[in-house]
């Protein structure tokens, strides 16, 4: 049972293009919910988090837009770059919960 | 210099094999995770500590121990390999559970 879902194992976008990446959960009790970026031959690092009593997240080209009454996020890249282009995991936690719960990713690759 | 390291950071094994994976975290952090990472199934947490000496359970345990020898290195123990461990593992620190975990390079481990 995948707690953390993303819909889209990959994604196509142009240079300039905004790339939308979407994330649903189904534990209600889930109120922090970081976004990791990947690149090949890496760990994974925290690009960008929310926590459940904010419904948006700004930083710089990347923007978390938050539903909680849906149950769904989705990470926006403004402007994408040919340096995005990496895996972008959604991820869940919440308090007295074991430990951070990951989707199964969504790959980017940005077309010069 | 990188915070988390991991050794080796490729591995080749045969069914039956005995393997050691190691990780050292110079964060001073508190807690230290074993992810194994596969296509379509994204991060999946294997066990995780929050001390020297502790060690708890995740959601893909069996076939794995784990040892938090200090503060520093965690250990994940695979006694009896088989195919299905092969996969590329993490492992990761955090200060505060699920708040920003850092990770490593990553261990490619085949078991043949």
């Known amino acids: 049972q995948q707690q953390v879902r993303q819909s889209s194992q990959s994604l196509t976008v142009w240079e300039g293009e905004t790339a939308i990446l979407n994330c649903s959960y189904e534990?209600?009790?889930?109120?922090?919910f970081p976004w990791y970026q990947q690149f090949p031959g890496e760990g994974p690092a925290l690009l960008i988090a929310?926590?459940?009593?904010?419904d948006k997240k700004e930083d710089g080209r990347f923007t978390i837009f938050f539903n909680k009454r849906e149950k769904n996020l989705s990470l926006h890249i403004k402007d994408s770059q040919p340096g995005d282009s990496a895996t972008y995991f959604c991820?869940?936690?919440?308090?007295?919960?074991?430990?951070?719960?990951f989707g199964t990713g969504t790959t980017v690759s940005v077309s010069p | 210099e990188a915070a988390v390291t991991q050794s080796p950071r490729n591995k080749v094994t045969v069914t039956g094999g005995n393997v050691t994976l190691s990780c050292r975290q110079t964060?001073?952090?508190?807690?230290m995770y074993w992810y194994r990472q596969d296509t379509g199934h994204g991060l999946r947490l294997i066990h995780y500590?929050?001390?020297?000496?502790?060690?708890q359970i995740g959601d893909v345990p069996d076939g794995y121990k784990a040892t938090r020898t200090t503060q520093e290195d965690f250990f994940l123990l695979l006694e009896l390999a088989s195919p299905s461990q092969t996969s590329l593992y993490f492992c990761?620190?955090?200060?505060?559970?699920?708040?920003?975990?850092?990770f490593g390079p990553g261990t490619r481990l085949t078991v043949l």
């Open positions: 990761a620190s955090s200060d505060e559970r699920g708040l920003e975990q850092y």
């Open positions: 534990n209600s009790a889930f109120d922090y």
């Open positions: 929310i926590r459940s009593v904010s």
């Open positions: 991820a869940a936690d919440y308090q007295g919960g074991r430990a951070l719960i």
């Open positions: 964060n001073s952090h508190n807690y």
């Open positions: 500590s929050y001390g020297a000496g502790n060690l």
